[in-house]
């Protein structure tokens, strides 16, 4: 029932949208950042995921990003990413925005993917800002120096403390605006901006389809919510289009 409601919905829309979390990768192996299995339960964000700590330590937070890429180069896309960009492929689904730093996303298939957070695939200089694009992990020592001008090498992330890639999130605002229905699935809704993404497409009149085995603090103003892993969910959702839409 809440299925075919969301497929009514996805169907009727104009603009679809979708914001993704750390949930959809999930289902590939990739561990979500809170709850009971979560890295911010086992880890301190404060000692690897801020500007600070790596100034204090960067051999210490590159070991622990060197795990967090060979864990996501290794992983490969589930339902989830599968079904998201099929819906782009029908020409349904017109943007994705998410908040992981996994390339999951484009390694299905879809286009349009805008990394509020960034990517584990960009390493940048911490002087000059001069990026590369790995395609394996970066494996320290000896800790990566820019090309350009030798200075230190960062992952190409976002930490605690920092401002999101200001063209990447005003993009974002402007696709979700235009948006009557969100798709929002397998993220926690406590991370800013990102959460509030789904609370404009609300305000002007339209729908948040949620999907989350948990609840959120979004779950009380979605239209639809969906109690089941993303994979699940997704792939039935898009099954169930297949057979109206094609
Ligand atoms: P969280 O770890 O906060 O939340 C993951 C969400 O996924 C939870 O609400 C789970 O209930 C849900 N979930 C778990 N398994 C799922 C599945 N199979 N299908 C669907 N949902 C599932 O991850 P995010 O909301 O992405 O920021 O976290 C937001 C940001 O906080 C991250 O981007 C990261 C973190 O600190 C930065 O690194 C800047
Ligand atoms: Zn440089």
């Not at 950042?33 to 790596?54: C, I, M, Q, S, V």
């Not at 599968?82 to 349904?92: D, S």
């Amino acid at each position: 029932m809440m299925i075919s409601q969301a497929v009514e919905l996805i169907l009727g829309s104009k603009y679809l949208t979708a914001l993704t979390g750390a949930g959809v990768s999930a289902e590939s192996g990739i561990p979500t950042f809170r709850g009971k299995d979560g890295l911010w339960n086992k880890y301190k964000p404060e000692e690897l995921a801020t500007p600070e700590a790596f100034a204090n330590n960067p051999q210490l937070v590159w070991e622990w990003y060197s795990w967090r890429m060979s864990v996501v180069f290794a992983a490969k896309p589930n339902p989830a990413h599968y079904a998201l960009a099929e819906l782009e492929k029908a020409g349904i689904l017109k943007s994705l925005v998410t908040q992981n730093v996994d390339d999951l996303h484009e390694r299905a298939g879809s286009k349009k993917v805008l990394h509020l957070h960034g990517s584990l695939r960009v390493v940048r200089c911490t002087n000059c800002g001069y990026e590369i694009y790995v395609s394996e992990p970066i494996k320290v020592p000896p800790l990566p120096r820019c090309e350009k001008c030798n200075s230190l090498m960062r992952p190409g992330v976002v930490w605690f403390g920092e401002m999101l890639p200001k063209d990447v999130l005003d993009e974002a605002f402007s696709e979700v605006s235009k948006s009557d229905v969100i798709i929002v699935a397998g993220t926690s809704a406590v991370v800013q901006p990102a959460a509030s993404l789904p609370l404009i497409v609300k305000r002007s009149g339209g729908f948040i389809i949620e999907i989350n085995p948990n609840e959120t603090p979004l779950t009380n103003i979605s239209d639809v919510s969906i109690r089941m892993p993303a994979g699940k969910a997704l792939n039935e959702i898009i099954n169930r289009i297949r057979e109206s839409h094609f």
